[in-house]
């Protein structure tokens, strides 16, 4: 015993001093993740909190605080919650709260049969994998009402985490092969960077299709014949995606552009992923949302048949900005049935969306009616936010475009601005000299001198030789005012430093 004591006392004295090795190193992480990029969430933001802790320990800058214009999270900028929403949640949060005289019956009605589809009548449970069954139900009445009476079939219905979740679920079930023929994912540019990070998480082949800027950022049909004949001879391109309103770029795509998009898939046998989380967002007087899954049924049963078509909708958006409760659904066309049983195999692996989430997208599809008695507050609350919105597109394109060397498309929807700039050649060679993109530069720089936090164009993808940025049009009028009158001196001075102009 003695001498085993001696022995493992002598192997301590040779360990001593030297470390275990990582298993988990960046060498043996998975090269995927490396090559993964969020920049909504970059260098920039990371940056633009560094600064807050540092004003927020005595430091003190040009400016007294941050104002982060990079990401669309409503309630953040102040935003207030949708008042029914919030009482319908509650209810079914904390039922005692059923008896209450505070809380409206309408809330109480509804509260009552979303309890009723959970179980133990309770949000704390899990629902089923697709999601609670009336939702499903309610949702699949509201997509019907919305397209005019084109049928939904609820069982084709699926609540998501978020509508980024839907679009990783099908992402998924879309990607294989090897080589030339490893999946190719035919995505806008700009395109919201789920979709780039998504596509090198799965080592799946980025097609890019452009945007024209030229006009008001419309989806033009000879360029995706130009894309998809280009990549198809390295990749099979199997997937369109489409974001409609449009993010970062902020366009409303008009009903004749769905339908030359849907007869390219059809034609090329693509599959159509369409982003429509926006599609309460429309504030241009001459747009209006035409929800791809309405002018795939118009086209006639040949389409309506045989395209297959996902869209996806969310709570995060529209005129409840509720990102935080991370619900969403998409509706799920012309899946083959053998597939579809695979994807709700996958789906059944994450257990379910969180319930909570689920009910606040109840509310959403299913929200006061004008003989009910909360319809007032709903209905004045809801057009207050949108009507806000709307003056603030309108705004930041007006104040944006007075600028020299900014030029800013309409915002027709969604909650972004994404204004082309101008950048000096000297500035560009001081941007490629530090490693960066020089719209990295220029927004480092608006950041550090201003205290104003956007997303450069890059991280969204644009034409070689041009650079932007997206700003959300998000935070209140007063500081909407302030933030564009700092970006015009900073841009203005900007100009003047790199190019010597008056």
């Known amino acids: 015993y003695a001498s085993r004591v001696m022995q493992l006392l002598s192997s301590a004295g040779r360990l001593e001093g030297k470390l275990r090795e990582k298993t988990l190193t960046l060498d043996t992480l998975n090269p995927q993740v490396k090559a993964v990029e969020y920049a909504v969430r970059g260098p920039i933001v990371i940056k633009a909190g560094e600064i807050e802790r540092y004003l927020e320990e005595g430091g003190t800058k040009p400016f007294s605080e941050v104002i982060k214009a990079n990401i669309g999270d409503a309630h953040a900028m102040g935003q207030k919650p949708i008042t029914f929403l919030r009482q319908v949640v509650a209810l079914c949060t904390f039922p005692e709260l059923m008896d209450s005289p505070s809380f409206p019956e309408d809330a109480k009605r509804r509260a009552r049969r979303i309890l009723q589809g959970c179980g133990g009548h309770s949000l704390g449970s899990y629902s089923a994998s697709p999601g609670v ?37 099908i992402l998924r079930l879309l990607v294989s092969g090897k080589d030339s023929s490893r999946t190719g994912v035919m995505i806008p540019i ?5 979709y780039s990070a998504a596509i090198s998480e ?25 894309s998809y004949q280009a990549a198809k001879q390295h990749c099979q391109p199997r997937v369109i995606c489409i974001i409609n309103p449009g993010n970062p770029t902020g366009q409303v795509q008009s009903k004749k552009c769905i339908e030359e998009v849907l007869h390219f898939a059809y034609e090329e046998n693509l599959f159509v992923m369409s982003d429509e989380v926006y599609q ?21 049963p040949e389409y309506f048949n045989s395209v297959e078509l996902v869209s996806f909708h969310s709570t995060s958006k529209g005129y409840t900005g509720e990102c935080g409760f991370r619900g969403g659904y998409m509706e799920v066309i012309n899946m083959d049935p053998e597939v579809k049983a695979q994807m709700v195999k996958l789906l059944s692996v ?10 606040a997208m109840d509310v959403i599809v299913n929200p006061p009616q004008p003989e009910e008695h909360t319809f007032k507050q709903f209905h004045q609350e809801k057009s207050s936010v949108l009507g806000a919105l709307a003056e603030k597109a309108k705004l930041t394109e007006k104040i944006l475009n007075a600028v020299p060397g900014i030029k800013c498309n309409p915002v027709q929807g969604a909650m972004y601005a994404f204004p082309r700039i101008f950048i000096p050649p000297k500035a560009v060679e001081e941007a490629k000299a530090l490693g960066m993109q020089p ?28 650079y932007h940025f997206r700003m959300t049009i998000l935070p209140s009028i007063e500081k909407l005012k302030v933030l564009l009158g700092k970006v015009r001196d900073f841009h203005i001075g900007f100009l003047k430093e790199y190019s010597g102009l008056e």
């Not at 699949?140 to 939904?152: K, L, T």
């Not at 700009?190 to 789920?194: K, W």
């Open 202 to 226: 799965m080592d799946a082949v980025q097609v890019n299709y452009y945007l024209d800027e030229d006009n008001c950022w419309a989806l033009d049909i000879n360029e995706l014949h130009r």
């Open 133 to 169: 069954e009336c939702i499903r139900k309610d949702i699949a009445a509201y997509i019907e009402q919305r397209d005019e009476g084109v049928p939904s079939d609820w069982e084709n219905v699926y609540l998501t985490t978020g509508a980024s979740d839907g679009i990783m679920t």
């Open 439 to 466: 719209d990295m530069l220029y927004c480092l720089r608006l950041l550090e001198e201003t205290g104003i936090c956007v997303v450069p164009g890059s991280g969204f993808g644009q034409k070689d030789g041009t």
């Open 280 to 300: 309460d967002n429309v504030y241009a007087p001459d747009c209006q949302f035409h929800s791809f899954k309405k002018v795939l049924y118009e086209m006639g």
């Open 190 to 194: 700009p395109q919201y960077p789920l």
């Open 350 to 359: 994450r257990l379910c969306p969180p319930l909570a989430g689920q009910a």
